[in-house]
């Protein structure tokens, strides 16, 4: 058959897990915890159902879930999203990402995205018979000027993908960024997709941006969250979209085709456990704890850390070890030192090697000393 990816492999995240389970590495590569999420959302799991919620949850999503995800995007941001017309429980962020972006793009629209950029984002567009505009980002801020955003514009720039938290950056947008883009958009019809999936990991006092903090970016954007992230969950693959409601309506007609609906003895338990903001509101202490100490571990080795402002991402710079290219040097830390991470290679289209690995470490603190001891010896 003829491939409608071609030049698109299988995912970094699943090569570098599976490499990282043959050679039996500590693995700081594919970004989920090492430990148990709360048990409490377990109980309230298997009480959902023995309570019965074994069948098909309505197509939008769990009535519950989408009134306590309102109640609690209004209490965080003081910004109303309506749960039965503008809010969407999804298959995780991803399958938010694909569903907003199938509702929007068509045969030659651009897409613009800024790289290093989360790996779905580009084949999804290609897909859907769309191109990617690329704006790369430098190392080691990875901040954005938004005049050069501009020169990407064409008549045919149908939606900007923002990422903030960013992954595998760690990068964070300010309200100077949002104010820019706010301008540099106005009198377009131009969407955003922005993907916070990372939106309570943030660090050092700094404030989220969501775009929805901003009326005319709100009124445009689709909003990607995900309970994986929220609730150490990853393995669930829940997560929901939020839109206006034009363009929420336009994403279920979507979302009911390639997914109807998701768990709904998940969505039960997860409406109740996210009810009482004390079950995910120290989620940002936490990760802010295990990212100085961990940053405070590799302090000793020879590899460069890079800012983290956001996310569970640390990338480093192994430019003072090795001149081989990231992919080679990412192999040799699993089979000679016995740590896994991701070359920040794979988060660009075309191959861009600036000697960066990503650490996620969202990782028991055991583990990380553990995977810090073997890094020193690089
Ligand atoms: N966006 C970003 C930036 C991610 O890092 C991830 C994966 N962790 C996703 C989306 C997908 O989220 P999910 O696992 O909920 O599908
Ligand atoms: N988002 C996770 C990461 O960046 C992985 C998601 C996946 O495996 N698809 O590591």
């Given at each position: 058959i003829q491939s409608k990816l071609p030049g698109v492999s299988t995912t970094i995240f699943s090569v570098m897990s599976k490499l990282a389970a043959e050679h039996n590495a500590i693995n700081l590569s594919q970004g989920f915890p090492d430990y148990p999420c709360d048990p409490m959302l377990i109980d309230l799991v298997n009480k959902a159902m023995k309570d019965?919620?074994?069948?098909?949850?309505?197509?939008?999503?769990?009535?519950?879930?989408?009134?306590?995800?309102?109640?609690?995007?209004?209490?965080?941001?003081?910004?109303?999203?309506?749960?039965?017309?503008?809010?969407?429980?999804?298959?995780?962020?991803?399958?938010?990402?694909?569903?907003?972006?199938?509702?929007?793009?068509?045969?030659?629209?651009?897409?613009?995205?800024?790289?290093?950029?989360?790996?779905?984002?580009?084949?999804?567009?290609?897909?859907?018979?769309g191109l990617v505009k690329t704006y790369e980002l430098a190392p080691p801020n990875y901040e954005i000027d938004w005049d050069m955003v501009k020169k990407l514009f064409t008549a045919k720039t149908r939606m900007i993908i923002l990422n903030s938290p960013q992954n595998p950056t760690g990068s964070i947008l300010s309200d100077n960024d949002m104010q820019a883009l706010i301008k540099l958009i106005s009198g377009t019809d131009i969407l955003i997709l922005s993907d916070e999936v990372y939106e309570h990991l943030i660090y050092d006092e700094q404030k989220h941006q969501s775009v929805m903090l901003y009326p005319e970016l709100k009124e445009r954007s689709f909003i990607v969250a995900s309970f994986g992230k929220l609730l150490h969950a990853t393995g669930w693959k829940l997560g929901y979209c939020l839109a206006p409601e034009t363009l929420t309506k336009e994403f279920r007609k979507i979302h009911q085709f390639n997914v109807f609906s998701v768990n709904s003895a998940m969505q039960q338990a997860i409406a109740q456990y996210i009810k009482e903001p004390a079950n995910y509101l120290g989620i940002g202490n936490f990760f802010q704890e295990k990212r100085d100490y961990f940053r405070g571990l590799l302090a000793e080795s020879r590899f460069k850390l890079l800012p983290c402002n956001g996310s569970y991402f640390q990338c480093a710079s192994y430019s003072d070890i090795s001149e081989e290219k990231d992919t080679d040097f990412s192999i040799r830390l699993i089979k000679e030192f016995g740590v896994a991470t991701i070359p920040v290679s794979a988060f660009y289209q075309k191959a861009t090697d600036h000697k960066i690995i990503r650490f996620c470490f969202a990782k028991e603190n055991s583990t990380l000393a553990l995977a810090a001891e073997k890094l020193k010896n690089v």
């Open positions: 019965g919620f074994n069948q098909y949850a309505p197509m939008p999503g769990s009535p519950l879930l989408t009134r306590n995800i309102a109640e609690k995007v209004e209490n965080l941001y003081k910004v109303k999203y309506n749960p039965d017309t503008e809010i969407t429980v999804t298959a995780g962020g991803t399958q938010a990402i694909f569903t907003a972006l199938t509702t929007i793009i068509n045969n030659g629209d651009e897409v613009i995205i800024f790289e290093p950029a989360y790996d779905s984002y580009a084949p999804t567009i290609k897909l859907l018979g």
